[in-house]
């Protein structure tokens, strides 16, 4: 089969989010059987990619996401205000949606042929929350969602994005999902 990595650059920043939902898009209009998300910043290691790939093909699974938090060590040379950060968000993600899944992480494997492009639209937002968003939504129609460990470099190129203002938008977005979704 045919391997390879593509890529889209853009030009303007709109948001990880809408990053996400142009390439799983994209990912859908060349027909694609997998999309593989994650972080350009070099924490996600692209080594990895085969075996998530491997694990949703061998669990018969819709998703194959990554978590830092099966493994005690996962987050091992993060300073520890962001492992703070990451654990609290973590927790109140697990409590407010009654979830367990590491759902913030943006280093994903989608089965394309079992997932309607459709249910990814209904995650609207499109900055740091869609990753939240669209995974609340996919677990809430069931698709088979899988976790796998995974060790995350701090930050190995640019600078972290997300603002006082993004982390008080997500709040206020997780308490609306929890208080108005559908399901």
Not at 1 to 25: C, L, P, Q
Request: hydrophobic share 35%; with cysteine; aromatic share 14%.
């Amino acid at each position: 089969k045919n391997k390879m990595a593509n890529f889209i650059f853009r030009k303007k920043r709109y948001g990880i989010g809408s990053a996400h939902k142009e390439g799983i898009s994209w990912a859908y209009k060349k027909k694609f059987e997998n999309c593989v998300t994650m972080d350009a910043d070099r924490t996600h290691n692209p080594l990895e990619i085969k075996s998530l790939v491997k694990k949703l093909r061998k669990n018969k699974a819709d998703i194959i996401i990554t978590s830092r938090f099966i493994n005690k060590n996962s987050l091992a040379d993060w300073p520890n205000y962001r492992k703070y950060i990451t654990k609290i968000r973590f927790y109140l993600v697990k409590i407010i949606l009654n979830t367990d899944l590491d759902s913030s992480g943006g280093f994903r494997c989608y089965n394309l042929k079992t997932i309607k492009e459709n249910d990814f639209k209904l995650a609207k937002n499109n900055g740091y929350f869609f990753l939240i968003e669209s995974l609340f939504y996919l677990q809430k129609l069931k698709y088979k969602i899988i976790e796998t460990p995974t060790k995350l470099k701090y930050r190995v190129s640019g600078k972290s994005k997300m603002r006082l203002i993004d982390i008080i938008s997500s709040l206020i977005n997780l308490f609306k999902l929890s208080l108005f979704n559908k399901f």
